[in-house]
C-alpha cells in the first residue's frame, strides 16, 4: 500500500457503491481517508457493505443516495458531506452513464440526460466543493474518464461530447485554481482515463457489458485483446488504478495540475493514439 500521508483526510467518491468506484473509495480507506459513497443501489446492502467498510478499514464512512445530476442533488451531497465530515478535501468524479445511438435517433431528453450525468454533474459537485478546499488551503480534485469513451465511434455522440467536455471542465478549473492560489500546489485538478483494466478483462467472458465495450464500432476484437501480450500487460488492474489516483492525491503530486493522464492501452481505437 503507497503511503500517500491522507490519515484524516475527507474523500467524497461518485459511482461508488459497486465497480471501480467502490474499490477507488477503498483504497481511499486503506490510505487513512473518511470516505462518503454515493451511487445507487439495494439501500439495505449498502448500510451493509457500509457497515463492514468501517470495521474493516477503522475510518469513517457514510452513504448519501443524492442524484448527482441536478445541481440540488449535487448541492445536497456535498453540503451532507460537510455536515458529516467537516470538509470536502477529495472528489473523485466516477460517475457515468451511456445510450447508444446514432445522432439521427438520439433524443433531446437522452442528451441531456447525458450531458446530465456525465459532465454537468462534475461541475455543480466542483463548484460546491471548491469553497471547502480554498478554506483549508488543500483539496484534489480527480475525474474518472474512462478511455474508451474518448473514442469517436458511431452511436455515442452524447457521451463522448461530455466526456470532452469533462477534459475541457478539468483544464480550465486547474488554471482557475493556479490562479486563485498563486501556484502553491495546494489544490489541484486532474483527469484520469484508464483504458481497459486487467481484472475487468480476464473476466470478459462473464461479463457481456464489457464484451460489448471491446467488440463495439471501432474496438479490438475479443480474441484479440484477450491473446495480445503486450497489450495485456500495458493493463493496469483496479487496484493499481487506485494507487495511482491515491499517488495524485499526496503532497507528492502537488506540481500535477490540469493534466490529463491516460493509463493503459486505450482498446477501442483501430490503432492506438494519444488522449
Not at 476484437?221 to 493496469?236: G, H, I
Request: aromatic share 4%; charged share 20%; proline share 4%.
Amino acid at each position: 500500500m503507497y503511503d500517500a500521508k491522507l490519515k484524516g483526510k475527507c474523500a467524497l467518491v461518485t459511482g461508488s457503491t459497486s465497480g471501480l468506484g467502490l474499490i477507488i473509495a477503498k483504497q481511499m480507506m486503506a490510505g487513512g481517508c473518511h470516505v462518503v459513497l454515493n451511487g445507487f443501489g439495494d439501500p439495505d446492502t449498502i448500510e451493509t457493505q457500509r457497515k463492514l467498510l468501517e470495521q474493516t478499514y477503522k475510518v469513517r464512512v457514510h452513504y448519501v443516495p443524492a442524484n448527482i445530476s441536478s445541481e440540488a442533488g449535487a448541492k445536497l451531497l456535498v453540503d451532507s458531506v460537510l455536515e458529516q465530515l467537516g470538509s470536502v478535501d477529495i472528489l473523485v468524479h466516477n460517475t457515468s452513464e451511456r445510450q447508444l445511438s446514432a445522432i439521427g435517433q438520439l433524443t433531446a431528453k437522452q442528451w441531456q440526460q447525458q450531458i446530465a450525468v456525465n459532465l454537468s454533474s462534475a461541475f455543480y459537485l466542483v463548484k460546491r466543493a471548491l469553497p471547502s478546499m480554498h478554506k483549508h488551503s488543500w483539496g484534489r480534485i480527480i475525474n474518472l474518464i474512462p478511455a474508451q469513451n474518448l473514442a469517436a465511434c458511431p452511436d455515442k455522440v452524447g457521451l463522448v461530447a461530455a466526456k470532452y467536455g469533462l477534459i475541457g471542465l478539468t483544464k480550465v478549473v486547474a488554471e482557475e485554481i493556479n490562479l486563485a492560489q498563486s501556484g502553491d500546489g495546494n489544490i489541484t485538478c486532474n483527469a484520469m482515463c484508464p483504458g481497459l483494466l486487467r481484472d475487468s478483462l480476464f473476466s470478459v467472458k462473464k461479463q457481456p457489458a464489457l464484451s460489448e465495450v471491446i467488440k463495439e464500432p471501432g474496438g479490438v476484437a475479443e480474441n484479440e485483446a484477450l491473446t495480445d501480450l503486450s497489450f495485456e500487460q500495458s493493463m493496469p488492474s483496479s487496484e493499481q488504478l487506485g494507487q495511482l489516483i491515491l499517488f495524485l492525491c499526496s503532497d507528492a503530486a502537488s506540481a500535477i495540475n490540469g493534466e490529463i493522464l491516460p493509463v493503459g492501452a486505450n482498446p477501442v481505437t483501430r490503432k492506438k493514439r494519444a488522449v
